[in-house]
């Protein structure tokens, strides 16, 4: 499995922006999707967006779609998500995740980031 290193977030207001980096270690990501998902206090994960590294397809969640772009640097072997216009409804720990089936499910074999925070309040 690839090591999965994130880096980002932090507190914004509402409105403001914030941007995630996931960099993949001791292994490359490979032909993998690569997604990031959220879990707020008392919810489940929900799926954020992912990103296929062949062909750069992307899939998003309907709650961040226009706001939240992810993007690869095949080079780096890293992902980010360029979070724009948040709210507090965004607030979350944010985990990378590599391995998806169709996009949007992680499975047995997936690797995991170690988690983000990300608050957005005023």
């Known amino acids: 499995q690839v090591q999965l290193v994130q880096s980002g977030g932090g507190l914004v207001q509402p409105g403001g922006s914030l941007r995630l980096s996931c960099a993949a270690s001791?292994?490359?990501?490979?032909?993998?999707?690569v997604g990031w998902f959220r879990q707020a206090p008392g919810k489940e994960r929900e799926f954020v967006a992912s990103?296929?590294?062949?062909?750069?397809?992307?899939l998003y969640a309907d709650s961040v779609k226009g706001r939240f772009t992810i993007s690869k640097d095949n080079a780096e072997n890293t992902v980010y998500l360029e979070m724009n216009s948040l709210n507090p409804e965004d607030t979350a720990v944010y985990y990378c995740?590599?391995?998806?089936?169709?996009?949007?499910?992680?499975?047995?074999?997936?690797?995991w980031g170690q988690g983000t925070q990300v608050t957005v309040s005023s």
């Open positions: 990103i296929r590294r062949t062909d750069g397809t992307t």
């Open positions: 995740v590599a391995g998806l089936l169709g996009g949007r499910s992680p499975y047995v074999l997936s690797s």
């Open positions: 001791g292994r490359t990501f490979n032909n993998n999707n």
